[in-house]
């Protein structure tokens, strides 16, 4: 028996000394379980945190869509403006005109007036001279006989007509003359008016462009930190998962660690029985059980429209851009566009890729959303499909993308941006959409 034990105690120091079996490394470090509660809580805290920026953020952005969309509607009302004040200039130009060409007009009538009034005048001077008050009852005083009376009577018929014939015709030049010049006075007032308020209405109406102006710039430079502190605060989240990973990995890999030494200590100890055992049989290992195998992982009009409009995507949005044909140069608003330089680029604002997407099917669309509204038959919102025009803002005059399905569209949103895919905002969304096909 002695004999025995000593052999085995041979073999298991012979076994460790030669490393028989596999030696196992010294321990890596092994973090306690507050350490990585506190590292998960602080990753936790950051996750919070950026949950709470986000939904901040989006809220901003939400705000800055509806700025964006009221920014677009006063501008639309400032280049009404714009239009009304050129027709009222036109108007008062042509006012001016036809007040000259009254006044020419008029004073001609003053000039025949006056010469009606010279010819009478030289009429009575005759008459005076030839010693007879013409035209009164004194010329009938004298007569010698009714031959004489009748002769009389004839010669004062036609003087008196003739003279009459004047007085009508200064009366008439006289009424010519000031209707004229009031025509003239009425028609300038009113043009001078009509000038006076387009104006007015311009300058309101560029006002509040300014103002919409202002307060997207306002919420834009907000969105733009909070859109900032978002990302440091992702970066904070990253670096703490990280740490809180580098702590669970260290855990990972001490309990590996923990594993191998107890299966090595298993090991070791199964040997130095075997061992003391000397001439017992080694037990045969039983076998494997057979590892299952995994299961094996198992064109319309409408369609023309929509590729038209989807084969626009990257494109860059040009404020007054695009026509029938494809992309084109932008044009000046004397605002937001100008500031991003639209009128140098070349792409589309969204009727314009309305005009684009249509066009391929015959349908020609005027460049103005409000119009594009009332182009088509009116759907609910609840029963739009695919190919319909979704709109916003009043009379659908701030902007419009086409549906293709799934709650998503496609448009040219805003100044610095590019046609794209996008899910349906429900902000401000009118109540209708517009089916041409």
Sequence with gaps: MLTRLSAAVVVLMTAVLTGTAAAVPPPPPNPSDAEISASRAEADAKASRVGELTGRLTQAESRLQELFDDLSYKRELANKARVDLETAISEAEAARKDAAAARVQADAASAAVEESRKQLDEFAAASYAQGTTVGSFSAYIGAKSPEDLLARAQMLEAVSASSLNRLDQVTRDQGTAANLDSAARAALKNAEVKQAAADEAKKVADQAQQAAVD?????????????????????????????????????????????????????????????????????????????????????????????????QRGVIYAWGGGNYYGPTYGVRDGGVADSYGDYRKIGFDCSGLMMYAFAGVGVYLPHYSGYQYNSGRKVPLSQMAPGDMIFWGPGGGTHVALYLGGGMMVEAPHSGAVVRISPVRYGGIMPYVTRLL
């Design 215 to 311: 307060a997207h710039s306002a919420q834009s430079a907000a969105t733009q930190e909070l859109q900032s502190n978002k990302d440091a605060v992702e970066r904070e989240l990253a670096a703490a998962r990280g740490e809180v990973s580098g702590l669970e990995a260290q855990r990972r890999q001490y309990d590996q660690w923990s594993e191998a030494k107890r299966l090595e200590d298993e090991e070791n100890a199964r040997r130095a029985a075997a061992a003391a055992a000397a001439a017992a049989p080694r037990p045969q290992a039983p076998a494997p059980r057979p590892i299952a195998s995994a299961p094996a992982p198992s064109g319309n009009r409408v369609q023309t429209v929509i590729n038209r409009a989807l084969a």
